[in-house]
């Protein structure tokens, strides 16, 4: 089976900060054929840009907290009902939280949708600080500072773990050892999703 045999390859990328889901979540993305929607990434961009987006967000960003629901959510459906989007997508970054559960949920009832899979990147707390550090020094990111990353991963353990279980009631979790280098991890995800019958076009599951 394919991903566009059934017309759907939709996906969530989820794991704590320094997991390396961004990263693994565009090389899946790449191989579906699906738009990546991260919503830092698009936070950021509108910080970078000066929107009125942007401004709205940016100390929030700086602190690590999150952005209120309503306003992410909001964001989120407006990215999802672009073309690009219809066959399916991988959101990196979203839902963070039981309320961002619940709106996409709504979402995607509405369309006839369900989620094929919600992969779980699993990489313990000493690594995960350990990478935030060098990519502090990499990328300069704001809020990856030592007291900010600690509010973010805070929030992590809070908001956002417990939404895997939820999604484990579902059967819809994949969770893979996100310790080893990228293309281990890459390989892993890849098997773990052709366990699962869910194969790039043109890859046999
Ligand atoms: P990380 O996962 O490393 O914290 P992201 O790039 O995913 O980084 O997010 C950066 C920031 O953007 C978050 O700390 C938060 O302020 C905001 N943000 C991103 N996604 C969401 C979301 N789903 N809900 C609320 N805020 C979000």
Same mark, same amino acid.
């Given at each position: ?11 969530l ?6 997991s390396?889901?961004?990263?693994q ?14 919503t830092g990434d698009?936070f ?24 209120p ?21 991988l959101? *990196? &970054?979203y ?5 961002q ?6 979402? /995607?009832?509405? @369309? %006839?949708? =369900?989620?094929d ?5 699993v ?9 935030l550090?060098?990519?502090a ?16 991963l ?13 999604y ?8 893979? *050892? &996100?310790?080893?280098?990228?293309d ?8 773990? /999703?052709?366990a @699962? %019958?869910? =194969? ?6």
């Amino acid at each position: 089976m394919t991903a566009s045999a059934t017309g759907s390859a939709r996906f969530l990328i989820v794991g704590p900060q320094g997991s390396g889901k961004g990263t693994q979540g565009v090389l899946v993305a790449e191989a579906f054929g699906v738009p990546q929607v991260a919503t830092g990434d698009i936070f950021r961009a509108n910080v970078a840009g000066g929107t009125e987006l942007g401004k709205r967000v940016q100390a929030i960003i700086e602190a690590g907290d999150l952005v209120p629901d309503e306003l992410t959510s909001e964001l989120v459906r407006d990215r999802l009902e672009q073309a690009d989007a219809a066959g399916g997508f991988l959101l *990196d &970054g979203y839902p963070r939280n039981r309320g961002q559960v619940d709106d996409l949920d709504a979402f /995607l009832t509405g @369309r %006839g949708e =369900a989620l094929d899979a919600v992969i779980e990147l699993v990489v313990p707390r000493e690594e995960s600080i350990g990478r935030l550090k060098q990519r502090a020094t990499d990328q300069g990111r704001t809020d990856d500072t030592e007291e900010v990353i600690a509010n973010r991963l805070a929030i992590y353990e809070r908001e956002t773990a417990p939404i895997l279980d939820v999604y484990r009631d579902r059967g819809a979790v994949v969770r893979i *050892d &996100g310790v080893g280098t990228l293309d281990e991890v890459t390989e892993r995800i890849f098997s773990a /999703l052709a366990a @699962r %019958g869910l =194969a790039p076009n043109g890859v046999s599951a």
